[in-house]
């Protein structure tokens, strides 16, 4: 069975520097992989995904993620943060098995902006 | 808006009544989700339809549980009985291939008190 580790819970940045959320993932063949954002109180917002093909990957706000089999891993970057990216992030890897994606999240990073 | 729906958004209900959940899918996503979040975790799938048939159901979901989804459109997820550990935020989601990228609801939350 697939799983996946964010192994920060939580992080705090200063607004404008750059940014690195570490997920790993546990999964015998090429994972589907993503990762949501979700700010309080509200549901998940899709940032980005890696199917195939180019391990570098860009998503919306700003943030690109790199997949890197040799090291089962999948890190979210933002060059530069801002105040508003202050959310809690999840990394998944998906199973695309019977025609759906069975999907597994992480716990969870939260991420905290200060000035 | 064409994302998913989810109502009610909040809900706050007696232990041991009966709550129902409706999830409204993306129009053109056959492939519809229902999850479980709590507090300091990620979601865990709950079941997955295509279109009306509910194809897989994780052992999460007990016998207090039943999701339908009759015409393949809208579904709705119901606890009877309802217990504290039962307080969640439940989110819906749908996906259309190829890819089944999965997109969520603003997640419908339930209180037990």
């Known amino acids: 069975a697939q799983s996946v580790t964010q192994p920060d819970i939580h992080i705090t940045v200063s607004e404008g520097a750059s940014l690195e959320l570490r997920c790993n993932y546990s999964?015998?063949?090429?994972?589907?992989l993503f990762w949501y954002v979700q700010s309080p109180g509200q549901g998940l917002q899709l940032l980005l995904k890696?199917?195939?093909?180019?391990?570098l990957v860009q998503g919306i706000k700003g943030f690109e993620a790199e997949f890197k089999r040799s090291q089962s891993s999948f890190n979210l970057r933002k060059p530069s943060v801002h105040w508003s990216d202050a959310a809690e992030y999840f990394c998944?890897?998906?199973?695309?098995?019977?025609?759906?994606?069975?999907?597994?999240f992480g716990i969870g990073t939260k991420l905290q902006v200060i000035p | 808006d064409t994302g998913v729906s989810q109502n009610p958004r909040h809900k706050i209900t007696k232990r041991g009544q009966n709550v129902t959940f409706r999830c409204d899918p993306i129009?053109?996503?056959?492939?519809l989700y229902w999850y479980r979040q709590t507090l300091g975790q990620g979601p865990e799938f709950l079941t997955y339809?295509?279109?009306?048939?509910?194809?897989?159901k994780s052992r999460l979901l007990s016998d207090r549980f039943s999701a339908e989804r009759p015409k393949g459109s809208f579904s709705t997820l119901e606890i009877q009985r309802t217990e504290q550990g039962d307080s969640a935020m439940y989110l819906c989601?749908?996906?259309?291939?190829?890819?089944?990228?999965?997109?969520f609801g603003e997640g419908s939350w339930l209180t037990v008190v």
């Open positions: 989601a749908s996906s259309a291939p190829p890819g089944n990228t999965i997109y």
């Open positions: 999964y015998g063949a090429t994972p589907y």
């Open positions: 890696y199917f195939s093909g180019d391990t």
């Open positions: 998944a890897v998906g199973l695309n098995s019977g025609g759906y994606q069975k999907v597994t």
């Open positions: 129009s053109e996503h056959n492939r």
């Open positions: 339809f295509q279109n009306e048939a509910q194809l897989e």
